[in-house]
């Protein structure tokens, strides 16, 4: 098996304006405990030696096999865990199969790097502005190993080239694949649309007369939106223009930009345009920076099954609402497919997946050897002030990955499982409980180590308050990076607000006993793997689901967040929340994926 090694930034890379910060020491890290209840039962030795590939034993940086959707069955316990335990098997087999070297029998093409950007995954392109569709790029075998020494150290990464795409996004979108904020005093939750652009660079609305008129400003005058054009006149009775038919008027939000620089929200309830007051921070077009300076870059993958299932889908020879595949009859038709039109299904058994990943610049990471890293091209933003960043082209970068979510198919779950991860050195934990080996409830004292010494990535060693947005993608281009008064662009403090996602259970467990499940599972998966595996560096934040395709019932860790992609909606949120899956909509992949919107494979 082939050994992979990790690259830290090139020190003759110039990253323009950026001001990185300079860590002295290491970060602190997450430290699990190692009595939970469960330790040795999750994924016993035994267990993990079916992972792997037959007469394969544990090695470093040894590959893993992905998890098989297809005789996935969560139907009996193993003690003392509840059914949990097999959706929490299902999110850790399937990262570290991602995270596995491409084996070099030249099953996944001859490629050097990582499962995930093999050509068993594509990438996901942003939507286009003009067809309002996106598409499917295949990941080719172009990872070539760039190799570059520091500090006496050889370091190495996968060189992607354009084989995977990366930006700058909000932190997440809603129901109907769009930003969202919480409006102040009840909390209610808003799609934020955008309005048409004028040539000039105006947005649009309809005046009385139903025309389109370009709006130069909107001011505020007895708590009322008033709308000037461009030859400074009031616009009367306007009507605001929807990017989609589909958007409720009493539910979206457009949001226009004043000549004083302020920033107005506005919704049309009952047919009258009002004004809605966000959440200080609680839009989730909010840009996310780490503690060294980078911004975090985010890119949307979805395996080979998922692409062909789009595929048929999309040009007719599945129903439009067809749900994700889940049985072997289903699956076959996918292969069958896939054979006629010369597409490659590498692992079919993996079922329909999907992925999102958050990473940041390497630049002055104290430990970069600790991450996976890739060398990707990513947006570049000149500096126009304190509180304004110009997107202006793209620049090659260092990357190393900070957050992964994990979304399948399996038997029986045509929702998916929806699992997440954080690499260990991103964020502090709150206090929290969990059940011990002996039955006891234990108490882990908050992450307090504020005041002194180095920082978490995403949190100040002087850090007193948490999880409040500095800024969100805006400006006329829509595409600049503004700051949110009263802060200039930086990184704010983050703190992950529910340490292993509980809500509620099903299954009647505490809070302490679900935290001690998920606990648990990350102990046995670092007992199994071997010295200085970089997968060690990453643990499984939690996992959610429906108790089945029938009961709509979420389940597992069901108010579960990942602090690099819902930085700003941690504890008011679960994936279902954004991602529905209900008996409404019935599991419908055009309403349960955020990124169904995909032009077919050609």
Sequence with gaps: MKKIYLLVALACISFGIYGFVEYKKSLYATVLPLNARGTGAMVPASLFSTWLPTGVLPALNVFVKPADGLTFSATTSVAPNTLNIHFYRWTEQMFLWLLSPVPSNGSYGSCNGFVFNSPEFYDVTATDPVTGLRTLKKHVCSGR??????????????????????????????????????????????????????????????????????VLDVRVSNDRPIFIDINQRIINNPKLIYSKPNLNPETTVHQFATLSGATVSVASIF??????????????????????????????????????????????????????????????????????????????????MELKTAWIETTNLPNPADYVIVKGTVPNYVLTSANLWTRSGTKTVNLALVGMHIVGSVAGHPEMIWGTVEHVNNTPNPTYTYTTTGGLTATVLADTNFGAGTPWLFSSATASSFNVSHMNMGGMSGTDITSIFPFAIDGSDTQRTRPFGFGTSALGLTVAQSNAEVISTNADVNARLVGADIRKKYFHVGSTWNISATNFTHVGTNMLSNTTMETYTQGSMNCFSCHTSSAGTNNDPNILSHIYNCNPLP
């Design 271 to 352: 047919g009258v345009i009002k004004i809605i007051v966000p959440d200080q921070g609680q839009a989730t077009g909010d840009v996310l920076m780490s503690k060294n300076g980078s911004l975090v870059y985010f890119n949307s993958m979805v395996n080979d099954v998922y692409a062909v299932f789009l595929t048929m889908v999309k040009t007719g020879v599945l129903p439009s609402n067809t749900k994700f595949p889940t049985t072997a009859a289903e699956l076959s038709a996918i292969q069958t497919y896939a054979a006629a039109h010369s597409y490659g299904i590498i692992e079919p058994n993996s079922m329909a």
């Design 145 to 214: 190993i760039i190799s570059t020494m520091k500090n006496g150290r050889r370091f190495e990464s996968v060189d992607v080239g354009e084989a995977m795409s990366f930006d700058v996004k909000g932190t997440a979108t809603g129901a109907n694949g769009l930003p969202f904020l919480f409006e102040k005093e009840t909390r209610a939750i808003f799609d934020v649309d955008k309005a048409p652009i004028s040539q000039e660079g105006h947005p649009q609305v309809l005046d009385e007369n139903g025309r389109r008129v370009d």
